[in-house]
């Protein structure tokens, strides 16, 4: 990896983490089953929900989704070094 690419990605970690604090009550340590239900949760609410097959996805699809999917990042993020 090139030194540059080391920093776009380290500046995008740094953003998502400053933008999403998360609660630790919530990271549920070891809980394979409630990431699981979450994860089915939102597939329901938000992935899925009012999305169009074969076309691509609208402005407002993404605007909605890129908060949850850095939400995500940082809880997956949380839960492996809750494992290490």
């Known amino acids: 990896m090139t030194d540059k ?5 380290t500046k995008a970690a740094e953003d998502i ?3 999403h604090d998360i609660d630790k009550s919530l990271v549920k340590p070891g809980d394979y089953m409630a990431w699981a239900k979450e994860s089915l949760q939102l597939s329901i609410d938000v992935v899925y929900n009012n999305f169009e097959p074969d076309q691509l996805p ?3 699809y993404k605007a909605k989704a890129l908060p949850i999917l850095e939400e995500r990042i940082m ?9 290490m």
């Open 5 to 9: 690419a080391w920093d776009e990605y």
């Open 17 to 19: 983490h400053e933008h």
């Open 58 to 60: 609208s402005e407002e």
């Open 75 to 83: 809880f997956g993020g949380e839960r492996l070094a809750e494992l």
